[in-house]
């Protein structure tokens, strides 16, 4: 079985001493591809440098986050754009409005995140979203500028069913389901039994949000299998068939995987 994580932050300083080992470890397990959403401009060599070791495993996206939108975010925009130019990055990301932690920037989120819809658009290419307590000023931002040539990815849901049903309407995005989905009491099982599979897409989010059984630790890739038997046990399906579903869905929104 293979499965792709659409997601995964393999190249952060908590791999720095075995990165190349725990992308081996996520081959051997099935892992076929995984794709790597940029942060900010600091993480960008030890992406590449990834994607240069495992060119058939690893791929890329350019993004600013946006927990690291700052005064400088036009000029962290315009290295993203350089990468995108210079790079074969299959997706323009992480993106978004994050309103969590800290709503100092939030205009300047907000600029940034369309500021890089723009750039997806430019280069044909689909968004990586980050949303955490902003659900509705992203799907704002997404309402107003989505046309057939916006696709991508809402990473990390964990929201209702009636938020699933507006990423769903909005035509050309598929949902991100990581190992939120086997923690106990988070209720994300009974909104993923509702949503049917071919909107979702499988990720880790390593080195956040491991699944049970490895709660606690450090995530990484080669987890990603416990989330498609949970996802898979929660379809009442094999474990095969969750993975060629959501292989296909990745596929459709990562063209050049």
Known sequence: MNLIDTHTHLYVNEFDKDKYEVVNNAIENGISKM????????YIPAQIDLAEKFPAHCFLAFGLHPSDVKENFEEEIQVVREHLQSENAVAVGEIGIDLYWDKTYI????????????????FNLPIIIHVREAF???SEIIDKLNDENLSGIFHSFTGTPEQADIIISFGGFKIGINGIVTFKN????????????KHLVLETDSPY???VPKRGKRNESAHLIYIAEKIAEIKDISAEELANITNTNAKKIFGKL
């Open 35 to 42: 794709v790597l959403p940029g942060i900010n401009s600091s």
């Open 107 to 122: 205009e300047q989120q907000k600029t940034a995140f369309e500021k890089q819809i723009l750039l997806a658009k430019e």
């Open 136 to 138: 509705d000023e992203v």
């Open 186 to 197: 988070a209720g994300l099982d009974k909104v993923v039994k509702e949503i049917d599979l």
């Open 209 to 211: 949000l491991s699944p």
